[in-house]
Nanobody, 122 residues
Framework: QVQLVESGGGLVQPGGSLRLSCAAS????????MGWYRQTPGKQRDLVAT???????NYADSVKGRFTISRDNAKNTVYLQMNSLKPEDTAVYYC????????????????WGQGTQVTVSS
């Protein structure tokens, strides 16, 4: 019913940039919050950044000033612009979307993307 497709991960040198995208499609009625999380092997999934429908943003301290989250409501897409990347940013990045579907427009649930690998290494 709902699909989240992520793109934009890859290998980049320290100090470089990447832009992640996550597009939601399917029987969507409304999208509220959207966000990005990341996870490394053996560790929990941590919040990177979130953005509300009105574009209020929140960032993890470790990425403030380097990462920028944005969204295009017309395209049901959330972006993460990552600049000044560091080796410690290496992780699998997951998008998260809180939305309702047409069949049950009053009920909101969290959906996750499949994850995209970001590797920062020289």
């Amino acid at each position: 019913q709902v699909q989240l497709v992520e793109s934009g991960g890859g290998l980049v040198q320290p100090g470089g940039s990447l832009r992640l995208s996550c597009a939601a499609s399917g029987s969507i009625f409304n999208i509220r919050g959207m966000g990005w999380y990341r996870q490394t092997p053996g560790k929990q999934r941590d919040l990177v950044a979130t953005i509300s429908r009105r574009r209020s943003t929140n960032y993890a301290d470790s990425v403030k000033g380097r990462f920028t989250i944005s969204r295009d409501n017309a395209k049901n897409t959330v972006y993460l612009q990552m600049n000044s990347l560091k080796p410690e940013d290496t992780a699998v990045y997951y998008c998260n979307v809180n939305l309702s579907i047409i069949a049950s427009s009053w009920q909101y649930s969290d959906y996750w993307g499949q994850g995209t690998q970001v590797t920062v290494s020289s």
